[in-house]
């Protein structure tokens, strides 16, 4: 093998080790952008979720007839 092909494989066998991580580190700045936001808005979403129920369910008895009691 010469010099330029050596020189190459090493070129390439350390860009792929240097981009091994990058995937995991998206993800994980994604979740922490998520949860931040979630704990930013939580009053908003909280009432927007308890409305949206509200819309589909049209009140609170049609909720606790999906509750099982014993």
Do not use: N
């Amino acid at each position: 093998m010469d010099l330029h092909a050596k020189q190459s494989l090493i070129k390439h066998t350390v860009r792929c080790h240097s981009r091994k991580g990058i995937g995991t580190l998206e993800v994980v700045i994604i979740i922490a952008v998520l949860i931040s936001v979630a704990l930013i808005f939580r009053e908003a979403l909280t009432a927007y979720a308890r409305q949206l129920i509200e819309s589909v369910f049209g009140s609170q008895s049609a909720i606790a007839d999906l509750i099982v009691t014993e």
